[in-house]
């Protein structure tokens, strides 16, 4: 089992940027695909952005190609998600999400077995 745990979230102006981050104790982080899922008030949680095991595989939801950017550090056991030119529609709580078993960079909820608790993440127009 792995936990996760996010931070970096806050209120930050339209045209902001943020620095999530994701932090993984229990397992060894390289052995999991990593993703970010959002909510939003009274929505559906939907994927934002995976990356696989290796970091060598990215995977985007089209509403944040070219805003957000996801990496990871095998060595510090953690994921990052780098939102630039932020808008008010991603206004959510962000949560990150491991895989396990399989390395890829999938965008379906179902695949990722382990979340973390979330982190708000407000931006005001």
């Known amino acids: 089992q792995v936990q996760l745990v996010e931070s970096g979230g806050g209120l930050v102006q339209a045209g902001g940027s943020l620095r999530l981050s994701c932090a993984a104790s229990g397992r060894t982080f390289s052995n999991y695909a990593m993703g970010w899922f959002r909510q939003a008030p009274g929505k559906e949680r939907e994927f934002v952005v995976a990356i696989s095991r290796s970091g060598g595989t990215t995977n985007y939801a089209d509403s944040v190609k070219g805003r957000f950017t996801i990496s990871r550090d095998n060595a510090k056991n953690t994921v990052y998600l780098q939102m630039n030119s932020l808008k008010s529609e991603d206004t959510a709580v962000y949560y990150c999400?491991?895989?396990?078993?399989?390395?890829?960079?999938?965008?379906?909820?179902?695949?990722?077995?382990?979340w973390g608790q979330g982190t708000q993440v407000t931006v005001s127009s």
């Open positions: 999400a491991a895989r396990a078993l399989y390395s890829s960079a999938s965008s379906s909820r179902a695949d990722y077995n382990y």
